[in-house]
């Protein structure tokens, strides 16, 4: 059974940091990051390929999120900095389990196959 488990999520003050992680029962070709607010659409964050890292960033955290993997671990990690209280969403961990195409191909939530639970990240202003 396919599992992806995030933690890390919480209340921060604006310009603070979180580091956001996604532990998965397996190895995936792409793991995503989404984000979703109240009233709002699920919205792509962040990308990486698992085999030869390639990663891909939504314009609006570009320069301020970093998203990275531990193979050893099947653990993706979405480091949050500078942040903004228009960041205050549930974040979400998505899985590809096979990549046809380049990581800027995967921000929309329809082309992953599995989904996490889902972590509160509060930003006050």
């Known amino acids: 059974q396919v599992q992806l488990v995030e933690s890390g999520g919480g209340l921060v003050q604006a310009g603070g940091s979180l580091r956001l992680s996604c532990a998965a029962s397996?190895?995936?070709?792409?793991m995503g990051w989404f984000r979703q607010a109240p009233g709002k659409e699920r919205e792509f964050v962040a990308a990486?390929?698992?085999?030869?890292?390639?990663?891909n960033y939504a314009d609006s955290v570009k320069g301020r999120f970093t998203i990275s993997r531990d193979n050893a671990k099947n653990t993706v990690y979405l480091q949050l900095n500078s942040l903004k209280p228009e960041d205050t969403a549930v974040y979400y961990c998505?899985?590809?389990?096979?990549?046809?195409?380049?990581?800027?191909?995967?921000?929309?939530?329809?082309?992953?196959?599995?989904w996490g639970q889902g972590t509160q990240v509060t930003v006050s202003s």
């Open positions: 998505a899985a590809v389990p096979l990549r046809v195409y380049t990581v800027g191909y995967y921000t929309r939530p329809n082309l992953y196959d599995y």
């Open positions: 990486i390929t698992w085999s030869v890292v390639t990663t």
């Open positions: 397996g190895r995936f070709s792409v």
